[in-house]
């Protein structure tokens, strides 16, 4: 896998002048994508989003910009899940502090097939790596995403399926990337 982003295509970190187009991207896929609009009760971070992912140290977002456009997204907040709606016993697996959590790993549609989302999730999971106090990189999506849990099957490991056939809630497929462990130093 390359570590470069497609031509015409820049990626890093979010600065204050990509917190609105962070946003569009991740309210699109909100109301267009998954068909739910914005809920308070999960997107809070999006309307704070210096808040969630700039201003805490442990904690950041990383975009893809086209043209000076923001046009994919990835989070990291040290949370584990909220339990409810997911499982106790993943609170317990993954909790807040010592929990790496990938959010909004969201690509526009006109921009998919181009590696981007691969690439923001190698930034994130180096981000992880340098951060003290990581020791599990934890995240869920909705299988009704087209592609999303086949995407996340190939860079990571599948802990817990709560799909239940109901189409009325979200069909959550849960992952965990493994930390690399930093190499110790050679001896002198």
């Known amino acids: 896998m390359s570590d470069t982003a497609p031509a015409g295509y820049n990626i890093g970190p979010a600065t204050e002048a990509d917190v609105d187009g962070a946003r569009t991207v991740m309210l699109d896929t909100f109301y267009r994508e998954f068909g739910i609009g914005y809920r308070p009760m999960w997107h809070r971070d999006v309307v704070d989003i210096d808040g969630h992912y700039l201003r805490p140290p442990r904690h950041a977002l990383f975009v893809a910009r086209h043209g000076g456009e923001v046009v994919a997204t990835a989070g990291?907040?040290?949370?584990?899940?909220?339990?409810?709606?997911?499982?106790?016993?993943?609170?317990?697996?993954?909790?807040?502090?010592?929990?790496?959590?990938?959010?909004?790993?969201?690509?526009?549609?006109?921009?998919r097939r181009r590696g981007l989302a691969r690439l923001l999730v190698a930034r994130a999971c180096d981000f992880v790596v340098r951060t003290p106090g990581y020791t599990a990189l934890y995240l869920h999506t909705d299988d009704r995403t087209p592609g999303a849990a086949g995407f996340w099957r190939s860079v990571a490991k599948e802990v817990h399926d709560a799909r239940d056939g109901d189409t009325t809630r979200p069909q959550s497929i849960h992952f965990e990337i493994p930390i690399p462990v930093a190499a110790a130093p050679a001896p002198a």
């Open 76 to 111: 990291v907040r040290a949370e584990g899940p909220r339990c409810p709606p997911h499982p106790a016993w993943l609170g317990r697996r993954y909790p807040n502090g010592t929990t790496a959590q990938l959010f909004r790993v969201y690509v526009s549609p006109e921009h």
